[in-house]
């Protein structure tokens, strides 16, 4: 019983815990009935019960997949765009219609009661009985489960601490007889801080550095230190290190709850503990030889276990396939997302350049013929006619993140199938341009193509492989990029070190190592190439959405308008063309064009979620968030 995997598959068989450790009678945390302790022995009195409750807790680890394309977090960001229409999550973040009664992506009273759940596991699994002939390997297992529950339960309160900042911190049961306990204020920042950083080093001290097939997917010593290190970089960053909005929220008590002194050794706190990642030597940068596209995308749609420090582990799917791909035609998919011009900026050029520097060398104007190695998601020279220069010779990830405008795309009954995102009016599916009788059509230009396993045919669905993926929750280019940030930020300027540790991630892709401009010596020019660097490398991984709080960047990138290309061309554009209305000329002809899909409001209260209206009004000892 000790293989996760076994577990994972076999939770039908333990829903005794899922009945009873899921979720409190009540929903607040703040009012918790312990109703799952009325049948505990059940739980408790089995070791075989006892593993599912722990492989139960690994199934509600927060990750990259469940908060991204489930949850459409990605298109609460300047990423993309969610065209389904009203009622999805995104379209409140997006338009600023969010509050405290009123957020689809609040988590309190959830991870409340997986921090509950933790607590639970950690006062009885020494008490739970072990057969005789099990009982030395249990005594060598038991002490390492409780690392990996304590790890878990810092993962949980991180979650907590990147939407709340200061949260009450509990470390133990609370029994439905003690209500008067709990009436608990936050904890500061800084507080919460030092308890993850401190589990997660503890934790660190009893885990394996690395674990057999069967185990694969626990959390490992680099696991626990690689969140601690995630923990200090958000301790660090502007949100939370000296946030002069945050002044005035205290506790009743007074207690100050954000800390209005900018300190930069935190900067150093959090470079010194990425070290000790990248020192453990057991994590390397996945590589395809002479493939600098695919070395980057099949991180996404194999099971990698070098690269990936904490994975979640993913069923076998066609899910992700479902929602991205292109929809009708040749791919089958929903086609649910479209891809901002802005992010498509982002990519520099393949010489390191970003796009708007005047020796960067980039031309939007005419288009281009050639060869992309690895561009269809197979490592094979793909020729591309006609496309626009703007995607010609730009940075490796680009391509095997964005599905533009004439890209191919090599799918099991056909090879090398071109993507057709102009309006080409009468053409039997064959384009993926808007003007169609369902919104499943990119209004932007582009579909994801990131995650997607050229193995998945969904037109053969049932005779198709499902894709076979592990949900990257913590990656080594995190630690590098979190390194060069650090010694940059505390040096106040980049070293050599922080150069080294950036150029790491962008060799992998062959991108050009870095100083390249003047900027990149400064403080504010490595910084932003730090940025951007976390911006390209993490696409779609549900980084985005929150580097722009803890970077304090929201109210720039994320309000006000945001484009793509003209997809959904009025009739006055295409009569204009001088080409009939329904030909592809026609659309193509006016599809270049910059054209604003959403105006989007960010506010300087966005930067942190409010605590929900509901706990409040329980909990006395809460204070709301500033500008809730």
């Not at 297992?141 to 709340?164: G, M």
């Not at 010694?487 to 050599?496: H, M, S």
């Not at 061309?569 to 295409?574: S, V």
């Amino acid at each position: 019983m000790n293989r996760l995997t076994y577990i994972y598959r076999s939770l039908a068989t333990v829903a005794i815990v899922s009945t009873f450790l899921a979720a409190s009678s009540c929903k607040k945390f703040l009012d918790v009935v312990p109703s799952e302790l009325v049948t505990s022995d059940q739980v408790w009195g089995n070791i075989n019960n006892a593993n599912g409750v722990l492989a139960n807790l690994y199934s509600k680890m927060p990750g990259s997949l469940a908060d991204g394309w489930t949850d459409e977090i990605c298109a609460a960001t300047d990423e993309c765009y969610h065209h389904w229409g009203a009622g999805f999550y995104p379209l409140y973040y997006n338009s600023g219609a969010w509050n405290a009664a009123n957020n689809p992506y609040d988590i309190w009273a959830d991870a409340y009661q997986k921090i509950r759940q933790c607590n639970l596991f950690l006062e009885n699994i020494d008490k739970v009985p072990v057969p005789e002939n099990q009982q030395s390997y249990y005594a060598t297992v038991l002490p390492r489960y409780k690392a990996e529950t304590r790890v878990l339960r810092a993962f949980f309160y991180f979650d907590l601490l990147r939407r709340y900042g200061a949260v009450p911190v509990l470390t133990r049961s609370y029994a439905a007889s003690e209500t008067g306990e709990m009436q608990m204020p936050r904890l500061p920042v800084d507080s919460i801080v030092n308890f993850i950083t401190r589990e997660c080093e503890q934790a660190a001290e009893i885990l394996p550095v690395s674990y057999a097939d069967g185990d694969l997917g626990r959390i490992s010593k680099g696991g626990a230190l690689a969140l601690a290190t995630r923990t200090l970089a958000y301790a660090a960053s502007p949100l939370f290190n000296g946030n002069p909005l945050y002044k005035d929220i205290k506790n009743p008590d007074g207690t100050a709850l954000f800390s209005q002194m900018a300190d930069k050794e935190k900067w150093k706190r959090a470079a010194d503990e990425a070290l000790k990642v990248l020192n453990l030597n057991l994590y390397t940068l996945n590589t395809v030889a002479g493939d600098p596209i695919n070395s980057y995308s099949r991180v996404f749609n194999t099971r990698n276990w070098d690269e990936i420090i904490v994975a979640k582990q993913q069923n076998n799917s066609k899910n992700i396939e479902n929602e991205c791909l292109p929809y009708g035609g040749w791919f089958g998919g929903w086609g649910k997302y479209s891809i901002l011009q802005e992010f498509v900026d982002a990519y520099e050029m393949n010489n390191g350049y970003p796009i708007h520097d005047p020796a960067s060398g980039y031309d939007s104007v005419g288009t281009w013929s050639g060869d992309i190695f690895g561009a269809d998601g197979y490592s094979e020279n793909v020729h591309f006619d006609n496309i626009s220069k703007m995607y010609r010779d730009r940075d490796p990830r680009f391509y095997a993140t964005v599905t533009f405008q004439g890209s191919k795309w090599a799918i099991r009954h056909t090879a090398n199938t071109p993507v057709w995102m102009s309006w080409w009016g009468s053409n039997g599916g064959t384009s993926q341009g808007w003007p169609k009788s369902t919104g499943t059509y990119p209004v932007s230009g582009y579909n994801p193509r990131k995650w997607i396993s050229p193995d998945v045919d969904m037109l053969n669905y049932w005779t198709s492989p499902d894709a076979k993926r592990n949900d990257p929750v913590i990656r080594l280019p995190e630690i590098y990029l979190i390194y060069a940030e650090a010694l940059n930020e505390y040096n106040q300027g980049p070293t050599a070190e922080a150069f080294n540790a950036i150029n790491k991630v962008r060799a992998r892709v062959n991108m050009p190592a870095l100083p390249i401009i003047a900027d990149d010596n400064t403080v504010a020019g490595f910084r932003a190439r730090v940025q951007n660097e976390n911006r390209v490398e993490f696409a779609f991984e549900s980084h985005r959405f929150w580097d722009v709080r803890r970077w304090m960047i929201g109210t720039i990138v994320d309000n006000g308008p945001v484009h793509g290309l003209n997809a959904r061309p009025t009739t006055q554009e295409l009569q204009s063309s001088g080409f009939d209305v329904n030909s592809k000329e026609a659309g193509l002809s006016v599809f270049y064009k910059r054209t604003v899909i959403q105006t989007r409001v960010f506010q300087p209260k966005h930067y942190l979620f409010p605590i929900p209206q509901t706990e409040i009004e329980v909990n006395h000892q809460l204070v709301q968030n500033y500008g809730w």
